[in-house]
């Protein structure tokens, strides 16, 4: 899934949320289909694991 300013661009893992970078928090944020708040609030409480992140955010067996 493509960020909207930076078509084309993938992380470079996708098991590890990356929100250093402007094009990584946007696509996480479309891929999670949330805030940037709620994707940085997301890391800090769990961590940059893919699985947890997305736990955080929506909840425990979110499958998109």
Not at 14 to 24: F, S
Not at 52 to 63: D, F, I, Q, S, W
């Amino acid at each position: 899934m493509a960020s909207s300013l930076y078509p084309g661009y993938t992380p470079p893992s996708l098991q590890h949320v990356d929100i250093i970078e402007v094009a990584g928090r946007q696509y996480w944020c479309k891929t999670f289909q949330c805030t940037e708040q709620q994707l940085r609030a997301a890391v800090a409480a769990v961590g940059h694991d893919v699985n947890k992140v997305r736990e955080h955010v929506h909840g425990k067996g979110y499958r998109p």
